[in-house]
């Protein structure tokens, strides 16, 4: 089982930047899909999940309004659309699945995850 995320990089505040994850060696039909991000010296912080199965979507209180997830079903691929970054939104972003499809917030939760990519915002 394989998640692996691309798509991070430089990017100015204000602007936008689009995440992918793509998931290999299992079906993920009945599972829940997530990003976190983890910025320098903080702990790992939830961002947004949703259902591989449905359209259910939950995101953390510092992207909303900012930040979209998605998913491609044909293509196995999640994403993470973010607009009007900030330099707070800097940091390693990962994504991660859970067994389950009811959505989860807590780290714990997540069993599989990927290596992660960074996101640097500058000003």
């Known amino acids: 089982v394989q998640l692996v995320e691309s798509g991070g990089g430089l990017v100015q505040a204000g602007g936008s930047l689009r995440l992918s994850c793509s998931f290999s060696g299992r079906s993920f039909s009945s599972y829940a899909l997530g990003w976190f991000r983890q910025a320098p010296g903080k702990e790992r912080e939830f961002v947004a999940a949703i259902i591989w199965s449905g359209d259910t979507r939950v995101y953390g209180d510092s992207v909303k309004g900012r930040f979209t997830i998605s998913k491609d079903d044909r293509k196995n691929t999640l994403y993470l659309q973010m607009e009007i970054m900030k330099r707070e939104d800097t940091g390693v972003y990962y994504c991660?699945?859970?067994?389950?499809?009811?959505?989860?917030?807590?780290?714990?939760?997540?069993?599989?995850w990927g290596q992660g990519t960074q996101v640097t915002v500058y000003s």
């Open positions: 991660a699945a859970h067994a389950s499809d009811t959505i989860v917030e807590a780290e714990i939760s997540f069993e599989l």
